[in-house]
């Protein structure tokens, strides 16, 4: 089993370990959940402070034009693209991934009127599942929501589902679909296919065009480290763009905004998705987090993450073995995203212990301890102590105690 000084010396060799100091991150915290809301780039408080200074205090509203603030949600979404395998001009920047989800299923149910349902997965994130069911009642119910497990969604696949809609990487236990895979028996059946990407981009290798994919979702503020209530982005596959058409008609996806015509007429393609005013504040900074991950190797990113999930769960087998702690995630590789969830039936508590003990997870209903892989900015030693601390707090039943069961409203 991997000693402390051996997890050392895999960070001496780590190619990425550079990238750990352009992080702005506390001291005697372990932060395990960078797939929640990453760190703070340390570029982000100067680029923000020169944007607030110079662009909006100097520059007022010649900033738009001067400062190219009305091209940053698709400048920063052609950045995005680069992490995922979209082409330019097929990422924008806006809005939160809820109310993109509302644009693309509603986009896609338009593309696919003979057919009318919608295919999720019970143990999908409930906002996407929630803006299906809320746009379903609005379209006067005509459509139905399908809902499934991995294993029952072949069987679901048949000629009325209009959409297929899955979260790439599970939020609660990290299991990973095959994209292209997925997409492909998608399309065997007439169906679209939406991916969630919020607990990908950013955090492994995304082919999007590869996978033949039609449209995309995705957060800023988790693995693309864009800071809380950052802009989130969508994808639409340039085939799609031409008849694509989103249902939020909003003066700046008009063809001509500054024409002020009362008609609504839409800009070309991808460029309809945008609603209204872009937070150019929030934009700046979600910028840094996009520039630090393109300088990244996705692929090493990947590795990384495998090797320090791996790392992990064979310490824990090995320290916490009987003592009820289940992992949650798959064990194969291939299968997990970049994070490692484990079940307990004090799942909370333990995560209260951990955080009071500077290794910062969240938990999950009903029992789930998640704890996100950043690479960018975690060492293995991290790692490493992390497991101790972890095991130290199940071995002497450190959670057992009643402030720590105490539920805040943020878990
Ligand atoms: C898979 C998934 N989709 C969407 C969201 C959140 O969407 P929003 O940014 O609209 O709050 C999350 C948040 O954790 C998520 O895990």
């Not at 097929?90 to 109310?99: H, L, Y």
Request: aromatic share 6%.
């Amino acid at each position: 089993m991997m000693t402390r000084d051996e997890a050392l010396a895999l960070d001496r060799a780590d190619a990425l370990a550079a990238f750990r100091a352009r992080f702005a991150l506390p001291d005697g915290v372990v932060y395990l959940d960078g797939n929640s809301l990453g760190a703070l780039p340390k570029a982000t408080p100067a680029r923000l402070a020169a944007v607030i200074a110079q662009e909006w205090g100097d520059g007022l509203i010649r900033s738009w034009n001067r400062h190219g603030w009305i091209d940053l949600p698709r400048r920063v979404g052609d950045k995005i693209g680069r992490l995922i395998g979209a082409r330019p001009g097929e990422v924008m920047v806006a809005d939160s991934t809820s109310v993109n989800l509302f644009k693309l299923i509603a986009a896609a149910l338009r593309l696919r009127p003979d057919r009318r349902v919608i295919v999720s997965e019970r143990e999908n994130f409930p906002t996407d599942l929630y803006v299906a069911q809320g746009l379903i009642e609005l379209l006067g119910g005509r459509h139905e929501l399908r809902l499934v497990t991995p294993n029952t969604l072949d069987a679901a696949l048949d000629d009325e589902v209009a959409l297929v809609l899955l979260t790439h990487v599970n939020y609660r236990s990290g299991r990973m679909h095959d994209m292209a895979a997925v997409t492909r028996r998608a399309h065997e059946s007439g169906a679209l296919m939406l991916w969630d990407l919020a607990h990908s981009a950013g955090a492994l290798p995304v082919d999007l065009a590869g996978s033949d994919a039609d449209l995309a979702v995705g957060c800023g503020y988790k693995y693309l480290n864009g800071g809380p209530g950052a802009p989130a982005f969508l994808y639409v596959a340039q085939r799609l763009q031409d008849s694509f058409r989103s249902p939020l008609t909003g003066w700046l996806g008009h063809a001509a905004p500054f024409d002020f015509d009362p008609l609504y007429r839409p800009a070309p393609g991808i460029a309809s998705a945008i609603v209204g005013t872009p937070p150019i504040l929030s934009l700046a900074a979600l910028e840094i987090g996009v520039d630090l991950a393109l300088e990244a190797d996705m692929a090493a990113v990947r590795r990384k993450s495998l090797a320090l999930s791996r790392l992990f769960i064979d310490l824990v087998a090995q320290d916490c073995a009987g003592l009820g702690l289940a992992l949650a995630s798959p064990a194969r590789d291939e299968e997990r995203g970049s994070q490692v969830s484990y079940a307990h039936d004090e799942g909370y508590a333990v995560m209260q212990a951990l955080i009071a003990r500077g290794v910062i997870g969240d938990f999950r209903q009903p029992d789930i301890i998640r704890l996100g892989l950043t690479p960018l900015y975690l060492r293995f030693v991290d790692l490493w102590n992390a497991a101790e601390i972890l095991a130290d707090i199940i071995a002497t039943r450190a959670w057992d105690k009643p402030e720590l069961k105490r539920r805040a409203k943020v878990v």
